[in-house]
């Protein structure tokens, strides 16, 4: 916990659910971040722009601050870059999988107040905590 940032945290959360809020209270549309991206390669034209500009958005956002603070990014490599692509791949599947992924069950759905969702964010919450346990506490121990 050495990077334990409360009030940038707070400030975050509060700017993901106002932007979460304003897409559904404007445009009608759910941030689930998962089906934006894959939306942009399977939707038709007219649909694609406003796609585009979200992740667009999300990827500058960051540059914006770390170019404003300036911050610079760190590389962090706890993981081979072979690990990190099946990674990546299991989260695409499992996205498609739970018809969504934690962006859009979690702050979302549950926004929403949806029982789908609701157990979809357990779901994936306490894999996460397995997997963390896992990796942390019982494989780290077996190297």
């Given at each position: 916990?050495?990077?334990?940032?409360?009030?940038?945290?707070?400030?975050?959360?509060?700017?993901?659910?106002?932007?979460?809020?304003?897409?559904?209270?404007?445009?009608?549309?759910?941030?689930?971040?998962s089906?934006?991206?894959s939306?942009?390669?399977?939707?038709?034209?007219?649909?694609r722009?406003?796609?585009?500009?979200?992740?667009?958005?999300?990827?500058?956002?960051?540059?914006?601050?770390?170019?404003?603070s300036?911050?610079?990014?760190?590389?962090?490599?706890?993981v081979?870059?072979?690990?990190?692509?099946?990674?990546?791949?299991?989260?695409?599947?499992?996205?498609?999988?739970?018809?969504?992924?934690?962006?859009?069950?979690?702050?979302?759905?549950?926004?929403?107040?949806?029982?789908?969702?609701?157990?979809?964010?357990?779901?994936?919450?306490?894999?996460?905590?397995?997997?963390?346990?896992l990796?942390?506490?019982?494989?780290?121990?077996a190297?």
């Amino acid at each position: 916990m050495e990077n334990f940032t409360p009030v940038s945290a707070l400030l975050g959360g509060v700017l993901i659910g106002l932007s979460a809020t304003l897409l559904l209270l404007f445009n009608g549309r759910i941030a689930g971040v998962s089906g934006i991206l894959s939306g942009i390669f399977v939707q038709p034209a007219g649909d694609r722009l406003w796609r585009l500009m979200f992740v667009l958005g999300m990827v500058g956002s960051g540059l914006i601050y770390q170019l404003l603070s300036g911050g610079v990014f760190v590389e962090y490599a706890a993981v081979s870059l072979p690990l990190l692509v099946a990674g990546a791949f299991l989260v695409g599947f499992g996205t498609r999988m739970g018809g969504g992924c934690i962006s859009g069950h979690g702050v979302c759905g549950i926004g929403r107040v949806s029982p789908r969702s609701v157990v979809a964010t357990f779901v994936f919450m306490g894999f996460g905590f397995v997997t963390v346990f896992l990796l942390r506490h019982v494989l780290e121990g077996a190297s």
